[in-house]
């Protein structure tokens, strides 16, 4: 009895024990289950709300597109507008009857403007002219001159010999001004009076038109106008040249390689490229003669400064040229 009482109490312990294990387990899972889905739904709210956010962005950046869009849209519209308008002026004055009216208006000053150019782009004339030829350095001034294809002006004195012929003649076939500078050079000879000052014209015009056949009416005095040789009143020698039919010219730029005995290549080529400016005709003053040899060396430089120059015209004497005088036979010229 007493051992199925025992056996009797095991069993009723076991239930218990069982039904406890149920009751616990009937509540733990649920728990355990709801703390599982408590985070799960966490997580899933980060998620949307991390979603929310992106499709906010994505939005507003589909806004801004939409806008800039729009404002492109705006833009070409205007664009459009412009070119339809700016057609219908181009339309409207094509066909407008007043278009003859707009062409004579136009033309004349068009014509204005060209004249403006003109004046604005006057151009500096510059006579190279070399004294007192030919000499042991004609032929080599005539090559330079021949490279740069650049016509200047020889004032010669009577010289006999055929080298001298020679340089004279080159000097006419070569396009350049052969002009006379008096036969003998002689200052109280030929300034002693207008006769003898007309015997020594003369003798230079002859000799050149017996050597070259070439009739000068190209002519400067020995020291120019305004030299200081003589007391006489130099427009009595003008005045006789110009009833030779003759016209003198002087300088207003030197080159001053005729001062001393040795003038350097650089204040040669600096005496002849400065002071241009204040002149339309420039008369440069250089010497064809012995002893001149950096005049000759000096002369390529000169002729490239000169050229380089936009303005300037390089140009032989003619008797059209502008008269350049320090002693002006008519003043009032
Ligand atoms: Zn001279």
């Not at 051992?3 to 616990?24: A, E, G």
């Not at 739904?41 to 507003?60: D, I, P, S, W, Y």
């Not at 004579?104 to 002219?129: I, W």
Request: glycine share 4%; proline share 3%.
């Amino acid at each position: 009895m007493e051992q199925q009482s025992d056996y009797r109490r095991v069993r009723v312990n076991r239930l218990k024990r069982l039904i406890l294990l149920t009751i616990s387990l009937a509540w733990l899972i649920p728990c355990a289950l709801c703390i599982g889905l408590m985070v799960q739904v966490k997580g899933l709210h980060t998620q949307v709300q991390q979603l929310a956010e992106t499709v906010q962005k994505v939005q507003m950046s589909e806004t801004q597109t939409e806008e800039r869009s729009i404002d492109l849209q705006t833009r070409l519209d205007t664009i459009e507008e412009n070119i339809t308008q700016t057609t219908q002026v181009d339309m409207e004055e094509t066909t407008a009857p007043k278009q003859p009216e707009m062409l004579e208006v136009e033309l004349p000053e068009t014509e204005d403007e060209n004249a403006e150019e003109k004046e604005t782009q006057t151009t500096r004339r510059v006579y190279l002219t070399f004294d007192d030829g030919p000499s042991i350095y004609t032929q080599d001034i005539l090559d330079v001159l021949k490279e740069y294809d650049v016509k200047a002006t020889f004032f010669v004195n009577g010289k006999s010999g055929d080298q001298a012929d020679a340089a004279l003649v080159r000097i006419v076939e070569e396009g350049h001004t052969l002009g006379m500078h008096s036969y003998s050079h002689r200052y109280e000879q030929i300034y002693q009076s207008v006769e003898d000052f007309a015997a020594d014209y003369e003798k230079i015009h002859q000799h050149i038109l017996s050597v070259t056949g070439y009739d000068s009416k190209i002519y400067r005095f020995p020291g120019g106008s305004s030299n200081t040789k003589t007391d006489k009143d130099m427009k009595e020698y003008g005045a006789y040249l110009e009833s030779r039919g003759t016209v003198y010219f002087d300088w207003n730029i030197s080159s001053q390689d005729a001062t001393g005995e040795y003038m350097p290549v650089s204040s040669i080529v600096k005496n002849c490229t400065t002071g241009l400016e204040k002149h339309e005709d420039c008369v440069i003053l250089c010497h064809d003669a012995q002893g001149k040899a950096t005049t000759v060396e000096a002369l390529p430089i000169v002729i490239e400064k000169l050229l380089e120059m936009e303005d300037v015209e390089l140009l032989p004497i003619t008797e059209d040229t502008p008269l350049i005088q320090h002693v002006k036979l008519h003043p009032e010229e």
